[in-house]
């Protein structure tokens, strides 16, 4: 797949989860085991709106960054519910003939 091909691949699935829907994860034998972890996001969410705030790659990578504004419905990972967060994430993400193999990540308050 091009390098366009892949980013694309990214975005969608990130706006999949952003909705709340994990199933393209299960197309992806790099994203199948964090199924339980970004349910357990989407079910302490409220409210989130997330944006790609930038996005390049080489070959068959492709870094992403995005920030999250995200209002807690309950408790999250120390955070308390009502609260509200901007997370900001960091993805790298290895792409194989279409498939996500492999995915990097890091995110934080800011």
Not at 8 to 14: A, G, I, M, P, R
Not at 83 to 94: A, D, F, N, R
């Amino acid at each position: 797949m091009s390098l366009e091909a892949n980013k694309t691949l990214v975005q969608s699935y990130l706006e999949g989860v952003w909705s709340g829907d994990v199933s393209i994860m299960e197309q992806h034998s790099g994203l199948r085991h964090l199924i339980p972890f970004v349910q357990e996001i989407i079910e302490a969410n409220e409210h989130s709106n997330s944006k790609i705030t930038e996005q390049f790659g080489e070959g068959e990578w492709v870094a992403t960054r995005f920030v999250s504004d995200i209002k807690l419905k309950k408790d999250f990972r120390g955070m308390e519910a009502g609260s509200q967060v901007t997370i900001e994430t960091l993805m790298m993400h290895h792409i194989v003939d279409g498939e996500i193999v492999l995915q990097y990540a890091q995110g934080a308050p800011i």
